[in-house]
């Protein structure tokens, strides 16, 4: 049997985790998941023209490759469908308890065991905590002065059931999700007004349908979906690659994205709004062929002045201009940064992961926290990838933490702990290669309010591998057992 475990989470981390303590004999596994279903992101996230802008051959794990991918960057309906299927096919499904929202996680030294609470006041004892919430689970909403009497909703809450043909639609915010949505909401908008606070830089996905020939290929040619695979890593790395060496290699990606820019924006006016004013891969680099001309569509409108407040009717920027609006569609991301939060993890001696954390997030290969005991973090802090898939971290995490609990299991101990200078080094060094790179060169989601990167690894997905693939005992400490009750004479 060996310990049992709580995940919390259950989008592609947490499943990765049931599925891999599964393959080696650890039974009593419960997943928690807020929603009603699994899925994570992709359960949340519908908003029209929703897709991963990672190639499906590599954003997928690699025990459960699919040759019917309908096309390169499957849309939101297919990756949920796979997930939910992987799931099934691994007989974790069914360990899901749906519509649980945990409030709060805490160690008792005592006890040497994990209590879980929810919401509705319902707990769970646990040997061990996988908290897989990951990064993108929190949608941010700006601070604006004022109130707007229109309908408004963030991009990760849809509402489907308000019809945006002949509105007048303003978009706040141009990333990532942004880029997705705008081209559909300006088929149908009246009038779409786009916000916009920076740039960014562009390359090119049409992302059509595969015809059946090449799907024939993928399903019939042996070999050919391993090699799609190999070669679509080696792309994400080649990314990672300019990122690292903005001055030299970067620039051969800012060309890139340069003439493949300059080639869509054929309006001036927008071209001189949209173009970034800071270094290539220092803001998350978008994939899409059909937001920029989205923008020079008649009925579109780019707006880069600031916005001073929301009024009653609609939004007014600094230069005092009010534009009237029916709604308003928050394309404002997730606070990133922020990963489990606010749900309240309490450590050894009562101390909080809030306290730990008070100088910005860090963890060991992002998965473990010294006075924390058997508590893993699944894409936890500087486990983000700029130009790779976040599903093969997510299989590395799994197996590492699979071995952390083996090695917990073969030796008869409680729990298991990274020891604090290991943890210290490891944080050390993780910093210290993020300088000369060009995640430190502007202001981005992948750093907190003190400028420290605390989302993304500073290198390579095949590092991160290396670093993760086997677990190291001498890093860590066991707890050891409690010793059982003295039997009355």
Sequence with gaps: MGPSVVIVGAGFGGIAAAIELRKHSFEDITILEKGPGLGGTWRENTY????????????????AQRKDWSRLCSPQEEILDYLGGVARDHGVGGLVVPNTKVTSCAWDDEARSWTVRSEDG???????????????HQPA??????????????????DHDYDLRGKRVAVIGTGASAVQFVPEVAKQARRLHVFQRTGNWFLPRKNHAYPRWLLAIFSYVPGVERLRRWGLFYYGESLTMGIRHPRTLGKIGWLRSAVFM?????????????????????????FSSWFLPA??????????DPIARLCSGGVVTADGVE???D?????TGFRTTEFMFPMEITGAAGRSLREEWADGPHAHLGITI???????????????????????YEEMQASYIRQALAHVRSHGAAAIEVRRDVESASDRETQARFAGTAWTQCDSWYRDETGRVVTNWPGYMREYAERARMLDPSEYELVPAREPAPVAA
């Design 48 to 63: 029209p023209g929703c897709a991963c802008d990672v190639p499906s051959h590599l954003y997928s794990f690699s025990f």
């Design 122 to 136: 319902r707990t769970w004892e646990a040997d061990a905590l996988i908290v897989a919430t990951g990064q993108l």
């Design 141 to 158: 909403l700006p601070r604006l002065d004022g109130e707007f009497a229109g309908h408004s909703f963030h991009s990760a809450q849809w």
């Design 262 to 286: 300059r080639w869509q924006l054929r309006d001036p006016a927008v071209r001189r709004k949209v173009w970034p004013d800071y270094t290539w891969g220092c803001k998350r680099i978008l």
């Design 295 to 304: 923008l020079q569509r008649p009925n579109v409108e780019l707006i880069t």
């Design 323 to 325: 534009r009237e609006l």
């Design 327 to 331: 709604c308003i569609i928050y394309g």
């Design 370 to 392: 010294p006075g924390f005991p058997s508590l893993f973090v699944m894409y936890g802090p500087n486990t983000n990838t700029s130009g790779g898939s976040i599903v093969f």
